[in-house]
């Protein structure tokens, strides 16, 4: 079986392999490797949730994770991508949902010792800067408004039958009718505030 010390060595020698850590010296990824707790999943797998405090970031090693907002995928990330230190380091909540596509191995550091490494490994700070700015500019862009909405209004019963008869006589239907009435009803209003 492997030492500590073997496996600690194996996985400095992967991070190597990503662009990111070009700039560690040995030393530094052997001590990155350290502070983290290796781990490995099968099958899919979340590794941080969204609106959820942070509590440690990921460095993946092996395989792929899929980048969520609310139900939709924004972004796929692959081995050697830093993953969730920005909400980390800000002390926010998550932003979206990470989860592994499929086998993935990953290492997992810990709030403080995420803070610890940052001051004693510079390369670290420079990495986690470049990877927060990506993830800042692979940020979706919001969804847009829904051109239609429905409204959820109790208004008496009586009040609706008038309406729908009115609509109907006037040769619209109630939801024409309702839109038309609205706007007026804005307007009317939004001209009385803006002239007292």
Known sequence: MDSEQEKARRDARRLREFSAFEK???SDLERLVRSAHHTSQSVPWPLIREQTPSDAC??????????????D???????????????????KLRSATVTTIGPA???RIERDDLARLLDEIPALRETMD?????????APAPKPKPT?????AS???EIVEQFERA???????????????LSKWIEQHSTAQSTS
């Open 24 to 26: 560690f010296s040995d």
């Open 58 to 71: 990921f460095i993946l090693l092996s395989g792929e994770a899929g980048v969520y907002v609310g139900d």
């Open 73 to 91: 995928r924004v972004a796929v990330v692959g081995a050697g991508e830093v993953i969730g230190e920005s909400a980390l380091r800000r002390g």
């Open 105 to 107: 191995e990953m290492l």
């Open 130 to 138: 470049a990877t927060a700015a990506r993830h800042v500019s692979e």
């Open 148 to 152: 239609r909405s429905r409204v959820n």
């Open 155 to 157: 208004i008496p019963t």
């Open 167 to 181: 609509a109907e006589s006037a040769g619209m239907d109630a939801a024409a009718a309702l839109e038309d009435a």
